[in-house]
């Protein structure tokens, strides 16, 4: 049988996950399931009360709602099957649901990247020149949020079509809990250098550069407090963008240590290496989305508010039908 022809035999894969840990794979599914219900509930609230409260109706919240909204979707790509790997012997994926699957995620991820710069410029803004925020902002806005969009789906159209006409042959075991592209990659019979260097240049584009621009910003953000003469307005300002620099560093720091770690060499070092790094992109992929509103709802007096003017409603209409 032609090599390009041994992909159609892998009509599944298997996610080996945590099945070596037997132990880890129940706690686990106890800590991650009440995890994934906060993030369906906190991102959930944010959208409506940024929706409903027209407090909220400005540049800063149509991205926290954006955020939000990528929260909730790249969580719904991976968790689920987290989960059900959890609790089954036989934890298999069909070919087309393991790349539905990377497909997803990755469209959630690179867009996350570009959005997370586009929350730096909106606070530099707001920072460095309050006086024209309304006019820079309702113009930057939206265009660009639709744009990262576009890019992000667009790039995960060419990295999984890539993937996806790579011929798979031999072992179908893929050493992850989800179809991960670089896990997926490992299963190739044929020369991935194509993948490789178009995955490259897309950490360079969507992740590479964004950083750059968060960085820049919060120097002119820096620079900008540092002048203010009083600690009272220099601590008021600090606090406008604190919330956005505390997801910033959590999110970008996790992948850092996830993927700058050295690679042992030892056999038993492989496997703790393997172990750890499934454990962080456990972090990256269920911690951080929910410590997103959490954050968010705590450092930010005019989401509180909208938060409990929208529960109290809620708890009012409940009383009144009540009675």
């Known amino acids: 049988m032609a090599r390009s022809n041994w992909t159609f035999l892998l009509v599944r894969f298997i996610l080996l996950g945590l099945s070596a840990h037997p132990r880890l794979e129940k706690m686990f599914f106890v800590l991650i399931l009440p995890m994934y219900l906060v993030i369906l ?3 959930g609230v944010l959208i409506l009360v940024t929706i409903l409260d027209s407090r909220l109706h400005k540049p800063m919240y149509f991205f926290l709602r954006n955020l939000s909204f990528l929260d909730i979707c790249y969580t ?3 968790v689920p099957l987290i989960l059900d790997s959890f609790l089954t012997p036989r934890k298999t994926i069909s070919f087309s649901a393991c790349f539905g699957q990377m497909f997803l995620s990755f ?3 690179t867009t996350e990247y570009v959005l997370l710069s586009m929350m730096a410029f909106d606070r530099s803004v707001a920072i460095c020149n309050p ?7 309702s113009k930057a806005a939206y265009l660009p ?3 990262s969009w576009a890019a992000g789906i667009i790039n995960t159209v060419v990295q999984t079509s890539l993937a996806i006409r790579l011929p798979l042959c031999g072992d179908n075991i893929i050493n992850h ?7 997926v990659l ?20 969507f992740l590479g550069i964004p950083v750059l621009f968060i960085f820049f910003s919060y120097v002119f953000v820096i620079a900008t407090i540092l002048r203010i003469p009083s600690a009272e307005g220099r601590e008021k300002a600090f606090s406008t963008c604190s919330a956005h620099l ?6 970008y720091g996790t992948i850092v240590f996830m993927y700058a770690k050295p690679k042992s060499k030892d056999p038993l070092g492989t496997d703790k290496q393997d172990l750890s790094g499934k454990l962080i992109s456990l972090f990256y992929g269920v911690v951080t989305p929910m410590l997103n509103p959490i954050i968010y709802s705590l450092r930010n007096k005019d989401v509180k508010a909208a938060v409990k003017d929208f529960v109290c409603q809620k708890h009012l209409s409940n009383v009144a039908l009540c009675i």
């Open 41 to 43: 509930l906190g991102s």
């Open 76 to 78: 719904a790509s991976s």
């Open 107 to 109: 469209a959630m991820g």
């Open 131 to 137: 006086l024209r925020y309304s006019v820079v902002m």
């Open 145 to 147: 949020m639709a744009s």
């Open 177 to 183: 809990f989800t179809c991960e592209i670089l896990a």
């Open 186 to 205: 490992k299963l190739a019979c044929a020369d991935i250098s194509i993948s490789v260097t178009s995955l490259r240049t897309t950490i360079i584009i």
């Open 246 to 251: 505390t997801v910033v560093v959590i999110f």
